[in-house]
């Protein structure tokens, strides 16, 4: 269900990509009135959104549009796209995220969300089955892009303070219109004849949630993250979630 406007100043950084843009419109769905995006390019044009093009990796890029949008929330949503080397990943995912939390402490930003990643507990050698927040993080991480996105989310969370409240959601696989990796990927693989081949048994699972309900989850944090609802920062597990793992 839709919630009330807030009629905060959001900066929705990525808000150019799958994602971003969902939570984009989103949010001008539930009739925010000031909505703007950050973004390396400029992909699609709305009158009632201001864009601000840079690079998340240049800390006055950042801070130029978190002060001129007048940002109260910021939701980060901005990381590569598969199969870009460690440098990449390094300068966008750590370095620019340390950017966006420098930049929200200096302009006194009252709400960081970030997306986060169902990978940055994943080490790609076992299966995780009831997985829930208190799995650690793998001791030999699996590639260097869920590296970074955990590094970048423990940023995050650490920066949690009385004064810029912080959290992390972990969407597994997204799915919807606009994705720009995952199906069209599927439809090269069917298109180019590559369907001869079957890695394990069959039977793996993956999760996948629909790319408006993870929009929907980014807006549901950023309310409630002024709340008391206590999911600002790290922390033990709520005490009323009793997942058991295998
Ligand atoms: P996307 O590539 O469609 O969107 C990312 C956006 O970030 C793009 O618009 C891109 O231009 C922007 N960007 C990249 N580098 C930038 C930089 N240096 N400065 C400014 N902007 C930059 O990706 P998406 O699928 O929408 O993913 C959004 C977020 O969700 C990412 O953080 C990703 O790690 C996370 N995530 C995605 C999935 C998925 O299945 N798509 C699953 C789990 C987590």
Same mark, same amino acid.
């Given at each position: 269900?839709?919630?009330?406007?807030?009629?905060?100043?959001?900066?929705?950084?990525?808000?150019?990509?799958?994602?971003?843009?969902?939570?984009?419109?989103?949010? !001008?769905?539930?009739?925010?009135?000031?909505?703007?995006?950050?973004?390396?390019?400029?992909?699609?044009?709305?009158?009632?959104v201001?864009?601000?093009?840079g690079?998340?990796?240049?800390?006055?890029?950042?801070?130029?549009?978190?002060?001129?949008?007048?940002?109260?929330?910021? *939701?980060h949503?901005?990381?590569?796209?598969?199969?870009?080397?460690p440098?990449?990943?390094?300068?966008?995912?750590?370095t620019g995220?340390?950017?966006?939390?420098?930049?929200?402490?200096?302009?006194g930003?009252?709400?960081?969300?970030?997306?986060?990643?169902?990978?940055?507990?994943?080490?790609?050698?076992?299966?995780?089955?009831? +997985?829930?927040?208190? !799995?650690p993080?793998?001791?030999?991480?699996?590639?260097?892009?869920?590296?970074?996105?955990?590094?970048?989310?423990e940023?995050?969370?650490?920066?949690?303070?009385?004064?810029?409240?912080?959290?992390?959601?972990?969407?597994?696989?997204?799915?919807?219109?606009?994705?720009?990796?995952?199906?069209?990927?599927?439809h090269?693989? *069917?298109?180019?004849?590559?369907?001869?081949?079957?890695?394990?048994?069959?039977q793996?699972?993956?999760?996948?949630?629909?790319?408006?309900?993870?929009?929907h989850?980014?807006?549901?944090?950023?309310?409630?993250?002024?709340?008391?609802?206590?999911? +600002?920062?790290?922390?033990?597990?709520?005490?009323?979630?009793?997942?058991?793992?295998?």
């Amino acid at each position: 269900s839709t919630s009330p406007p807030t009629n905060e100043h959001y900066l929705v950084i990525g808000g150019c990509g799958f994602l971003g843009r969902h939570i984009v419109d989103a949010l !001008l769905g539930r009739g925010e009135p000031n909505v703007a995006v950050f973004d390396i390019v400029q992909r699609h044009f709305d009158e009632n959104v201001t864009f601000y093009t840079g690079d998340i990796t240049k800390l006055e890029d950042v801070s130029d549009a978190i002060v001129k949008s007048g940002a109260q929330v910021v *939701i980060h949503t901005a990381s590569p796209p598969h199969g870009r080397g460690p440098a990449v990943y390094e300068a966008v995912n750590v370095t620019g995220t340390a950017n966006v939390i420098e930049a929200c402490r200096a302009a006194g930003v009252p709400k960081l969300v970030y997306t986060s990643s169902a990978g940055v507990v994943y080490s790609g050698k076992e299966d995780l089955i009831n +997985a829930d927040e208190r !799995l650690p993080y793998p001791a030999v991480p699996m590639d260097a892009y869920n590296d970074t996105k955990a590094r970048a989310e423990e940023l995050v969370l650490q920066a949690n303070s009385s004064t810029l409240l912080t959290c992390a959601l972990r969407p597994s696989g997204i799915f919807g219109p606009g994705d720009r990796q995952a199906i069209s990927g599927f439809h090269s693989v *069917i298109k180019n004849g590559q369907t001869k081949f079957q890695i394990g048994s069959n039977q793996n699972l993956f999760d996948w949630t629909y790319v408006g309900n993870v929009a929907h989850a980014h807006l549901l944090a950023a309310d409630k993250l002024a709340d008391t609802y206590p999911i +600002a920062g790290l922390h033990e597990p709520l005490p009323w979630v009793n997942l058991s793992l295998p």
